[in-house]
């Protein structure tokens, strides 16, 4: 059974950092890119950043470039994201997604399609506030 499950959300004051992970498990991650979207109050779903784990492509949005990096550890079946200098912007569940697209420097600000992943997790709540 193909399952992802996010963890390492929580509260964190403007400036600060989170790790969040998105491990898979009923699959390998080899053949996949993994994507992470995130969806705040009232808004609709923004895709946040793609990691390939095939070629090592990566996309990050202009919202978080800088800030976010993704990674993968093999070993453990599970993608990263590490967020740094959070904003209060930043609050929203943030989901990970898989897709069978497995390079990432396809997309870009106008091009990010949710249709492109297959399998979600359940989700993850950051919350950016002092």
């Known amino acids: 059974q193909v399952q992802l499950v996010e963890s390492g959300g929580g509260l964190v004051q403007p400036g600060g950092s989170l790790r969040l992970s998105c491990a898979a498990s009923?699959?390998?991650?080899?053949?996949?890119?993994i994507g992470w979207f995130r969806q705040a109050p009232g808004k609709g779903r923004e895709g946040v950043s793609c990691i390939s784990n095939h070629d090592g492509s990566t996309y990050y949005a202009d919202s978080v470039k800088g800030r976010f990096t993704s990674s993968t550890d093999n070993a453990k079946n599970t993608v990263s994201l590490q967020m740094n200098s959070l904003k209060p912007d930043d609050t929203a569940v943030y989901h990970c997604?898989?897709?069978?697209?497995?390079?990432?420097?396809?997309?870009?600000?106008?091009?990010?399609?949710?249709?492109?992943?297959?399998?979600w997790g359940q989700g993850t709540q950051v919350t950016v506030s002092s």
């Open positions: 009923g699959f390998t991650l080899d053949y996949y890119a």
């Open positions: 997604a898989a897709s069978i697209f497995m390079d990432c420097a396809r997309y870009s600000g106008r091009y990010f399609p949710e249709a492109d992943f297959g399998s």
